[in-house]
């Protein structure tokens, strides 16, 4: 059996992993779904001083205080951001980390930088817009489906998303996790594919991948939620990482 430590995206909280979590601990595993300072029902902790450094700070605490020993850990897209950090903290207290829909950012690199530049923008302009000038709003549905896909998502998971979604903290996409051990953690690492588009795809696959260490790719067609659109399929999936 496992410990996982499931790391939500942007926007969300712990609870998004609910349907995952509990097919993990139904096959015996110790699951933790810790919320990031700023989001879910931390968001009134969060402001401009939030980034990725906090969030590395909450799960370096969380694996730390939990006395959490040989963690799966399993972060979903802006999650790239903060893995490796707590890599480069707890390298020791884990056995490997699953990056869903997203492939982690090397030392010195803001996850802004990756947007498409009309998106960071229009991003930019919602923060200053609508969200004090430090929170980036959650989009509208059709934003969401036609930035990064909700393919498979029911009627219930999208009105837990449109219910339970809060603004993120924006400075969690201007600044950067600096590794002090440099861009390899290590330990296995796992990409799951899902809405990601064939290019990326292949990119990091290839000869000029900017991935280092030992890597498995393991596709799970579906939407960029997939533990809302397909949450037995990535419970089985998880379980097959890592030997967990």
Same mark, same amino acid.
């Given at each position: 059996m496992a410990t996982f430590v499931l790391v939500p995206g942007a926007w969300a909280g712990g609870w998004i992993w609910?349907?995952?979590? +509990?097919? !993990? &601990? $139904?096959?015996?595993?110790?699951?933790?779904?810790?919320?990031?300072?700023?989001?879910?029902?931390r968001r009134h902790l969060g402001g401009p001083h939030t980034g990725p450094g906090t969030h590395v700070e909450d799960l370096a605490g969380v694996l730390t205080y939990e006395g959490l020993e040989d963690v799966v850990l399993v972060g979903h897209s802006y999650a790239s951001a903060?893995?490796?950090g707590v890599a480069d903290r707890c390298r020791e207290r884990l056995r490997g980390l699953v990056y869903v829909d997203s492939?982690?950012?090397p030392s010195g690199m803001?996850?802004?930088?990756?947007?498409? +530049?009309? !998106? &960071? $923008?229009s991003f930019a302009e919602s923060v200053a817009r609508d969200g004090d000038g430090w929170a980036l709003p959650v989009p509208d549905w059709e934003d969401l489906t036609r930035t990064f896909g909700t393919a498979g998502i029911d009627a219930a998971g999208r009105e837990l998303?449109?219910?339970?979604?809060?603004?993120?903290?924006?400075?969690?996409?201007?600044?950067?996790?600096?590794?002090?051990?440099?861009?390899?953690?290590?330990v296995p690492q796992t990409l799951v594919c899902c809405a990601m588009p064939a290019p990326q795809r292949d990119f990091f696959r290839g000869e000029h991948s900017p991935l280092v260490g030992d890597w498995t790719f393991r596709d799970l067609p579906t939407g960029h939620w997939p533990m809302l659109s397909a949450p037995a399929d990535l419970a089985t999936l998880l379980t097959t990482t890592t030997d967990a």
């Open positions: 609910r349907s995952v979590s +509990a097919r !993990l &601990r $139904e096959a015996g595993h110790a699951v933790h779904t810790p919320t990031l300072t700023g989001l879910g029902e903060v893995l490796p492939a982690p950012l803001a996850p802004a930088e990756l947007l498409p +530049a009309g !998106l &960071r $923008e998303m449109t219910l339970l979604q809060t603004p993120h903290p924006w400075s969690c996409y201007t600044r950067a996790v600096e590794l002090e051990h440099g861009n390899d953690p290590g």
